[in-house]
């Protein structure tokens, strides 16, 4: 069991990661742990240069990454925990990669389709060769599992095919080089949406504040947020099927459900018939006792430059290790002389 798994480290990491991918990342290490499996988490740094960025605030933002992180339960004594920058291999393989990746494939993805929108002439390359370093990321390691929110599903299967590709093009049948990788992804978290509107994603890049609940919000923030969240005029029904259609219950459904560790036909039959006006209490508070821990310990982590970068150098010494057999394998079965 190899678990690989990656996040930017752009912005405030809030509940959609958290509960899309930073849960699973827990899980999944000591799972990886207790099966004598690895487990491998990185900041996408280099993914984060794809867009505009202020270098000042990349390298804060990769040490608070590191420090949420394990905040949340991400173990360095159980994962090798560090960021892409310094473990060179990733772009490597990218570009060894950038041979098998088709350029209709790339087109078709649609976060570049959502990112690049009517300006695709103005940006930049990065942005449409990212899906390929992803796929180094995980194929470098001969990930098995790679727990993701659905938005990387399509990024993963990318990942997939140009292993495929690769491993038709370049090995034997009986020896391919390339492990594909599978994702991993919450059925009752797959898609946290924002809470100002039921049809958009949580995102970081969205420009309200309210419409995210941050890792690091504290209660009066939290219980604000939820307060404010949009909602219909309806009571909640008690059975799954009527939620459809009301996008913004059911997301706030089901983030109650993800956090309590219920179903979501459970909470229904604990909530059905009352209004929002009983509900987003119980949220707020579900809310402030689950991140409350969180919070303290990030902030007791956060300013201890020493012990962050120490952290991240050990993890890339561990990475660079992890890496190397496939990155030389993959120079050998392209005929590149060394
Ligand atoms: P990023 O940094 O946008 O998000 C990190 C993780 O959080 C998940 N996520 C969500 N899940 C549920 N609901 C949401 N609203 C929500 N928003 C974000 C994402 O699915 C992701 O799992 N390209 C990746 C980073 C990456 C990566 C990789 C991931 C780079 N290389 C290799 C896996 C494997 C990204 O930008 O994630």
Redesign the pocket.
């Known amino acids: 069991m190899r678990v690989?798994?990656?996040?930017?480290p752009?912005g405030k990491?809030?509940?959609?990661?958290y509960?899309?991918?930073?849960v699973n990342y827990v899980k999944l290490q000591d799972e990886a742990h207790a099966a004598g499996g690895e487990c491998f988490i990185?900041l996408?740094d280099l993914?984060a240069i794809s867009q505009p960025h202020d270098p000042a605030e990349l390298t804060r933002n990769t040490r608070e990454m590191v420090a949420t992180l394990v905040a949340c339960g991400v173990d360095p004594a159980k994962t090798v925990l560090f960021n892409q920058a310094q473990v060179p291999a990733h772009a490597e393989l990218q570009w060894l990669l950038n041979g098998t990746a088709r350029m209709g494939w790339l087109n078709r993805m649609t976060?570049w389709k959502d990112k690049a929108g009517k300006n695709r002439e103005g940006q930049s390359v990065a942005l449409f060769t990212?899906p390929v370093?992803?796929a180094a990321?995980?194929l470098l390691y001969q990930?098995t599992h790679?727990?993701?929110?659905?938005?990387?599903k399509q990024?993963?299967e990318l990942?997939r095919d140009i292993a495929q590709k690769f491993n038709n093009d370049f090995c034997t049948d009986d020896a391919p080089l390339f492990t594909l990788p599978e994702p991993y992804i919450p059925p009752a978290?797959?898609?946290?949406?924002s809470l100002r509107d039921g049809t958009a994603?949580?995102?970081?890049s969205d420009p309200s504040d309210m419409s995210r609940i941050s890792l690091t919000d504290d209660a009066d923030t939290i219980i604000k947020k939820v307060k404010k969240a949009k909602t219909d005029p309806e009571p909640l029904p008690d059975n799954e099927k009527e939620l459809e259609g009301r996008a913004e219950a059911q997301n706030l459904v089901g983030i109650y459900a993800a956090i309590a560790g219920k179903s979501v036909e459970r909470v229904l039959g604990e909530f059905g018939g009352q209004g929002f006006g009983a509900f987003k209490p119980a949220l707020g508070q579900l809310l402030v006792d689950t991140l409350a821990p969180i919070n303290a310990r990030f902030l007791e982590l956060k300013d201890d430059q020493e012990a962050l970068d120490a952290i991240l150098a050990r993890g890339a010494s561990q990475a660079r290790e992890a890496g190397r057999d496939t990155l030389d394998a993959t120079y050998r079965a392209l005929g590149l002389v060394r």
Request: neutral net charge.
């Open positions: 690989v798994s990656g996040i930017q752009t990491p809030h509940l959609g990661n509960l899309g991918a930073i990185f996408a993914h976060q990212y370093l992803q990321d995980v990930a790679v727990p993701v929110g659905e938005d990387q990024h993963l990942a978290a797959a898609r946290i949406m994603k949580m995102s970081k």
